[in-house]
């Protein structure tokens, strides 16, 4: 059965109370390879029928609020399914995290198109480097948000953190209702690492006053000229982009929304 009830939230919210607890925060989490959390097993999904940002899952976030409110409590939300970071099953491959991938051939013989990840490959270009020709592209990291309930697992992709359209994209989900809640948590950092996104090529350039192309064998660690300097250089435009288009996007729009 589900592990949500109306009666469950009252009685919560009436223990936090009587022990002084000011508010509370809403996950949807379950046993995943995250948590080793036993009340909550696959072979038993107790989130069967809250599907997240679904209608019924609305109604019982609504009624906490209201609750909540009545009591002088504060309620509010995780940013996702599980307790990672920012991502759902709104989040498509293209718009999901991305990081770089490369092949390489002897000179004159044409490199392999790279490891490719849900489908989603795209070219940033080839550099020729001691006799060897490297051909770099970028697909999905395939990072999902974990743990979920089972009827989102392998449909929960985490959100490209350099791309304000994939965050504003989960953001519009996230926020698809005014429910009366007072804040949005961001829980913590599991999601993987990250390296590139459709325009990072240009966004380097721009910022560090270089095209990164003819650097990146020296960044992957197949020749030791320059890697100092790339790999400082795509580590910083990493930041900035995350910053900018990720956290920065999303104090804003909370800030929009009152939150």
């Known amino acids: 059965g589900t592990a949500v009830t109306k009666e469950g939230?009252?009685?919560?919210?009436?223990?936090?109370?009587?022990a002084g607890i000011g508010g509370a925060t809403i996950f949807q989490v379950s046993r995943g390879p995250c948590s080793?959390?036993?009340a909550f097993g696959y072979?038993?999904?107790?989130?069967?029928?809250?599907?997240?940002g679904g209608e019924r899952w609305w109604e019982f976030v609504a009624f906490a609020a209201r609750e909540a409110k009545r009591r002088g409590m504060k309620i509010g939300m995780h940013n996702c399914p599980g307790y990672t970071v920012s991502g759902g099953p709104w989040i498509t491959p293209e718009l999901a995290m991305k990081k770089l991938v490369w092949s390489v051939a002897e000179k004159g013989v044409e490199p392999a198109q790279p490891?490719?990840?849900?489908?989603?490959?795209?070219?940033?270009?080839?550099?020729?480097?001691d006799g060897k020709v490297y051909r770099f592209g970028y697909t999905c990291t395939g990072s999902q948000c974990m743990?979920?309930?089972?009827?989102?697992?392998g449909r929960c992709l985490e959100a490209d953190k350099m791309s304000s359209a994939a965050v504003n994209l989960h953001l519009d989900n996230v926020l698809a209702k005014d429910v009366g809640l007072d804040f949005i948590l961001m829980d913590s950092y599991e999601a993987g690492p990250y390296g590139w996104t459709c325009d990072f090529r240009s966004e380097f350039e721009r910022r560090r006053g270089y095209d990164p192309l003819p650097l990146l064998p020296a960044y992957v660690g197949a020749v030791a000229d320059g890697a100092e300097k790339i790999k400082a250089d795509?580590?910083?435009?990493?930041?900035?982009?995350?910053?900018?288009?990720?956290?920065?996007?999303f104090m804003n729009r909370l800030h929009e929304r009152g939150l």
């Open 115 to 129: 490891e490719t990840n849900l489908g989603f490959y795209r070219d940033i270009g080839t550099v020729e480097r």
């Open 43 to 52: 072979e038993d999904d107790t989130m069967a029928d809250f599907e997240f």
């Open 36 to 38: 080793e959390v036993p």
């Open 147 to 153: 743990p979920v309930a089972k009827s989102l697992l």
């Open 234 to 249: 795509m580590a910083k435009t990493v930041r900035e982009l995350s910053t900018e288009r990720h956290y920065r996007v």
């Open 9 to 18: 939230i009252l009685r919560d919210l009436d223990a936090m109370k009587s």
